[in-house]
């Protein structure tokens, strides 16, 4: 963990959406329909990452209905493996940094909408945080051990 982003590695923000029960949304990606993972998505140019949080809820969650807990300490990096990096990367990058974000779910499941923009996710659920890591693609468990660590206390 660093608190800079690494220049290898594509910035990136992750969401740990926390119901009023202390599960977390998980959404099975569209082109991975084995990989289940939280939000996450890219930092746009003159964007905050706090911004970009608020931006990719919405885009991949179709929801606004959240209040900030915490922001993570740290930059968390990890490497895609090289025969899973996006070609558009055009070899820049080895992975992603992320700055990752607890939100606390304010809605009902109803103003949930994963259809609302470019369909990220084809299903989603609430998880109880112990099942997180055994959801995870092995590549990314890390970050989501050290994910749950870090906001334990926001989900145990």
């Known amino acids: 963990m660093t608190n800079?982003?690494?220049?290898?590695?594509?910035?990136?923000?992750?969401?740990?959406?926390?119901?009023a029960d202390?599960?977390?949304?998980?959404?099975?990606r569209a082109r991975q329909p084995d990989a289940w993972q939280m939000p996450q998505g890219g930092i746009d140019?003159?964007?905050?990452?706090?911004?970009?949080?608020?931006?990719?809820l919405w885009e991949e969650v179709g929801t606004a209905k959240a209040l900030l807990l915490r922001e993570s300490r740290e930059w968390i990096a990890y490497d895609v493996p090289e025969e899973q990096r996006p070609s558009h990367w055009r070899g820049r990058w080895r992975g992603q940094a992320q700055k990752w974000f607890a939100l606390a779910f304010t809605g009902n499941d109803s103003d949930i909408d994963v259809d609302a923009h470019d369909r990220e996710f084809t299903a989603w659920r609430w998880v109880p945080a112990r099942e997180l890591l055994s959801l995870i693609v092995p590549f990314k468990r890390p970050v989501y051990d050290a994910v749950l660590k870090e906001f334990a206390d926001l989900v145990e």
Request: hydrophobic share 35%; glycine share 12%.
């Open 4 to 19: 800079r982003p690494p220049s290898a590695y594509r910035t990136n923000v992750g969401l740990m959406l926390i119901a």
């Open 45 to 56: 140019r003159g964007e905050t990452p706090l911004e970009a949080a608020g931006r990719e």
């Open 22 to 28: 202390r599960r977390v949304f998980v959404g099975q």
